[in-house]
């Protein structure tokens, strides 16, 4: 569960211009092509490395934007708007996995005794019904987790120290219910697959509720200036939208509410999975600056 920082600084304009000049100028030099251009790799090795130190940061080193801590009330308002709802109607052989879920606050909110949760947290039945999983790169357990985890055994987990991509579909099982808030699909570096490994976790009938910010919106009623965290472009640089190209993906029903009076363009995304027969579309990260969330730029493979 994250907060924003500085958009990536692309300036396609400048380097369309720097691109001519030296197409011109290196042949009458006799200077290697391949000098034309940094190779991105590096950068992006660089920019990652950066950004683990970012996850493993405690205490005073961790950044201020970098939330650990929202609650079930914030996933409410960050979400789109039939999530309460279907949290709600989870029953006692249901499962919900949080991604990102930090300290996983929206977890113990949702098991929150009736008398303990406050209006705006009752999001859900108070108590809870459904097993609930709570996955984060790094481990942020607090007291109060422990404390609920002794008191409902094998009805909550959490998982720590490894991304989404690397656990088994034995280890984690099945969902009704997955939610991000600021979590892998905000931050991963590889979109398709965080995608294909999320929809292969959630059953049929299931939802997957997340969001993305700084991303040019589905309605087209972006603000002039916006500034922007998660580009997409096809094969020949055209910019193509998040909601696009997730509508793309078989076997799911796509819904997303554009938010243009936000810091940033926001979509709230609801994916629900119609049939087990599921393809993402291929995407190949170009850029990355770390962040949180980071700035980033996929390109669509053909």
């Not at 400048?14 to 200077?31: D, G, N, W």
């Not at 009805?155 to 991000?180: M, P, V």
Request: net charge neutral.
């Amino acid at each position: 569960m994250r907060s924003v920082k500085s958009p990536i600084k692309r300036w396609k304009t400048a380097a369309a211009r720097l691109t001519l000049v030296i197409v011109i100028v290196v042949p009458a030099l006799s200077l290697p092509a391949a000098w034309s251009q940094e190779p991105a790799q590096p950068r992006i090795e660089e920019e990652t490395a950066k950004q683990n130190k970012i996850y493993q940061s405690r205490g005073a080193d961790v950044p201020a934007g970098y939330v650990t801590n929202r609650g079930l009330s914030d996933y409410a308002g960050f979400l789109s708007s039939g999530f309460c709802d279907a949290l709600g109607r989870l029953g006692t052989s249901d499962r919900w996995l949080d991604i990102g879920a930090g300290e996983a606050q929206a977890i113990l909110d949702y098991y929150a005794p009736p008398d303990d949760a406050a209006p705006a947290e009752k999001c859900a039945r108070p108590g809870g019904l459904a097993s609930a999983v709570a996955m984060s790169i790094e481990d942020r357990r607090t007291d109060a987790w422990h404390q609920l985890a002794a008191s409902l055994g094998e009805r909550i987990r959490y998982l720590a120290g490894k991304s989404l991509r690397h656990y088994s579909l034995e280890e984690l099982g099945k969902f009704q219910i997955i939610t991000d808030v600021y979590g892998g699909f905000s931050y991963t570096e590889d979109l398709s697959r965080f995608m294909e490994k999320v929809l292969s976790l959630l059953e049929v009938g299931g939802g997957f509720y997340t969001l993305a910010t700084g991303v040019h919106l589905e309605d087209g009623k972006d603000k002039l200036g916006s500034l922007y965290l998660t580009e997409l472009e096809d094969a020949f640089g055209r910019g193509v939208k998040v909601c696009s190209w997730l509508k793309k993906i078989s076997c799911v029903q796509v819904t997303c509410d554009s938010k243009s009076d936000r810091d940033r363009p926001t979509e709230l995304i609801k994916i629900q999975k119609v049939c087990n027969d599921t393809s993402v579309p291929r995407t190949k990260l170009v850029e990355f600056e770390a962040g949180y969330p980071p700035g980033r730029c996929f390109q669509l493979e053909q």
